[in-house]
């Protein structure tokens, strides 16, 4: 970040540590322990065990053996990668952090402040409610204009593994809902001369891109398009409807939205993104990563959620 | 909630003012003046005229919360927006054409392409296991096979009148174009029932067109 003068660097400095320790004391006070997340990972050791990350974007450095070290790109993998190779039977975390992840972004070396939570060990919905309730907590005393927007990536998968595609297909058609292209999916799904499954499920998939909105608007949306709904399918909607109902209590800035992909490839049912209006890049992302722990050897069950230090002080800057 | 839409100047911009005019949407735009933004108070919304292709660009920051623009733009730009409707205006070709007869496909032979479209092109051979060449032009592609600089062009279609006026002809057809509306993902999020809402309105002019 690049200042005018002394001045107005000081005093960026100041809310930067007041807006930090603010959200540390609310987090300290409800329990969570503090760790400090490494700023050195091993390259190859990283990118093997989280692959969504782009290897170009990477900030690279050697030590004096010639091993190439990255400066970490994501926290969460960084703290996984720490705590769960020594995982015992026993152990629950309750964790927060304050750090810094790096990037190259085409133009030099991106810096972002990041604070986060992680709860390694807890499993269960009360858990997933109780991570975006504190989510939502944090996000609400610095502005009224946000939008949580809360997700569970079980329901697409679910329709996707019925609709037994290649992976090919598979990729084409996450591409088409990442954009809501819905003609877009509609005349791809039309070009595949055969499917190995019931045209029921492909309907189904057609028609995921209008479960957004409201849970309400969604859960009447898939009783009007009669469309194919799993066991599986059932549990997400009615753990979606209990959560709603417990989030509600605090927030009405709740949307939902069954078709969206997560461009985190560890997120592993449910997801949620917080924005602010006026503000083009989400505030706050979230969710559960249980299988990704999977690559250790053992599942552990864990959820997070990190917030943009960066871009909540503009926020707090303007409500201040 | 306010809401703002990002217009391309020219033909594609006048049709979809006159889509938009037709459902009693914009009547205060008026082309001819000078101005490059306007309001409609009674539905709050905003236009912005725009060069077509600055209208992702105003999109993808947010400055517009949505747009219409062409497929080739969307493609080549790799921008992350929605794209929410596929209208049935706009409607050209995304080819390859060169001197009639030359054979694109050679794996003994760096292939040069001059183009406007540079990232779109690059993507393409690559799936078609072709090794090229780029040439980045800005106008005037089709004179580039003619005066030796590169093999073929990769140009957007409609009539083919220019390529047949040069000399070339059309050797493959890459993608259909079109417009689309496009929106800022977060504004999406925010003002979905409102965007629902214009998008319906020019669902039902545009489908005249289908």
Redesign the interface.
Known sequence: MKFLNIEEEISFSEKMFVLRKEIEDLLFNKGYIFVEPSIFEKYDEFTSINTRINNKSTVKVLDNSGEILILSPDITTGIVNKFVPRWQNDTNLKLFYYGKTYKHNGVGIRENREIGVELIGYRGRKTDEDTIKNAVEILSKYTNDY?I?INNNKYLKEILLLCNLSKKENNEILNFLY??????LREYLNNIKSFKCNVNYINTLENILEL??DLEYILNKIELLSVYKSEVMDKVLNELKVIDKEIKKITKNV?Y?LSMVSELNYYDGIFFKG?V??????IMSGGRYDSFTTQYGKEIPAIGFTIELDELIKIYNKEK | MSLSIAIPKGRLGEQTISMLQNAGIGKTIDEKSRKLVFEDKNKDIKFLLLKNSDVITYVENGIADIGISGKDMIMEQGADIYELYKMNIGKCKMSIAGIKGKKIFNENEVLKVATKFTETAKKYFLNKNQKIKIIKLNGSIELAPILGLSDVIVDIVETGNTLKANGLEVLEDMYNINAVVISNMISYKFKREKIKEIINIIRQEDLKFA
């Open positions: 939008l927007e954009y809501k292209n819905k003609e877009g957004e909105g949307t939205d924005f209006m006026g503000y083009n890049t989400p």
